[in-house]
């Protein structure tokens, strides 16, 4: 099992950026996928989920109506489409699915938002 974010980087407040996650090495179409992130001196938080096909979602509530998180089951890729960040948005966020009882990360992409 493989998970590997991009797509982070440095951004002003108000501003916009995409993460992909692509996976490989699982039945991606079968699998529930997730965004995470970890501020520092903070615990890891779950962000977003998606279901295997993409007809349920759900999002914490720090981010709802902010972010929207999709996959494309063709590509083995899930996304995170993050609009008006704020600087406590800041933090590294990590891609995650759950397979059989374990739960596999990818090495994560940091976002800094900030003027």
Same mark, same amino acid.
């Given at each position: 099992?493989?998970?590997?974010?991009?797509?982070?980087?440095?951004?002003?407040?108000?501003?916009?950026?995409?993460?992909?996650?692509?996976?490989?090495?699982?039945?991606?179409?079968?699998?529930?996928?997730?965004?995470?992130?970890? #501020?520092?001196?903070?615990? +890891?938080?779950?962000?977003?989920?998606?279901?295997?096909? @993409?007809?349920? /979602?759900?999002? =914490?509530? $720090?981010?709802?109506?902010?972010?929207?998180?999709?996959?494309?089951?063709?590509?083995?890729?899930?996304?995170?489409?993050?609009?008006?960040?704020?600087?406590?948005?800041? #933090?590294?966020?990590?891609? +995650?699915?759950?397979?059989?009882?374990?739960?596999?990360? @990818?090495?994560? /992409?940091?976002? =800094?938002? $900030?003027?």
């Amino acid at each position: 099992v493989q998970l590997v974010e991009s797509g982070g980087g440095l951004v002003q407040p108000g501003g916009s950026l995409r993460l992909s996650c692509a996976a490989s090495g699982f039945t991606f179409n079968r699998a529930r996928m997730s965004w995470h992130r970890q #501020a520092p001196g903070k615990e +890891r938080e779950l962000v977003a989920v998606i279901s295997s096909t @993409g007809g349920t /979602t759900n999002y =914490a509530d $720090s981010v709802k109506g902010r972010f929207t998180i999709s996959r494309d089951n063709a590509k083995n890729t899930v996304y995170l489409q993050m609009n008006s960040l704020k600087p406590e948005d800041t #933090a590294i966020y990590y891609c +995650r699915t759950e397979l059989f009882f374990n739960n596999y990360w @990818g090495q994560g /992409t940091q976002v =800094a938002v $900030s003027s």
